[in-house]
């Protein structure tokens, strides 16, 4: 069982940044590729990034403000925002997906982000 979670959301202004962090459980980067998501309310589920084999493929609409990284040593990755608006708003999501299996997928609870304009 792989255990996600989520931090460094709160509330910002627009222009600003955040560093989200994922804290993942056990050494997951071998088995799993990790990945952000975001919703806000009302809305699908949006596609930010997802790291795999060290290739990280990113959201059109995101790419360029938005950067995922990782740190194997620690086991964590991170999503720098940059340059928010207040349409980033939303609970953002951590998953871990099973390179054999894309069935198997993992969440974490989610760190919610607001930009205020």
């Known amino acids: 069982q792989v255990q996600l979670v989520e931090s460094g959301g709160g509330s910002v202004q627009a222009g600003g940044s955040l560093r989200l962090s994922c804290a993942a459980s056990?050494?997951?980067?071998?088995?799993?590729?990790m990945a952000w998501f975001r919703q806000a309310p009302e809305k699908q589920r949006e596609f930010i990034a997802r790291m795999s084999s060290g290739n990280t493929v990113y959201g059109d609409s995101l790419k360029g403000r938005f950067t995922m990284s990782r740190d194997r040593a620690k086991n964590l990755v991170y999503l720098q925002m940059n340059s928010l608006k207040p349409e980033d708003t939303a609970e953002y999501y951590c998953?871990?997906?099973?390179?054999?299996?894309?069935?198997?997928?993992?969440w974490g609870q989610g760190t919610q982000v607001t930009v205020s304009s």
């Open positions: 998953s871990a997906r099973a390179r054999n299996n894309y069935n198997v997928e993992y």
């Open positions: 056990g050494e997951i980067f071998d088995n799993y590729d």
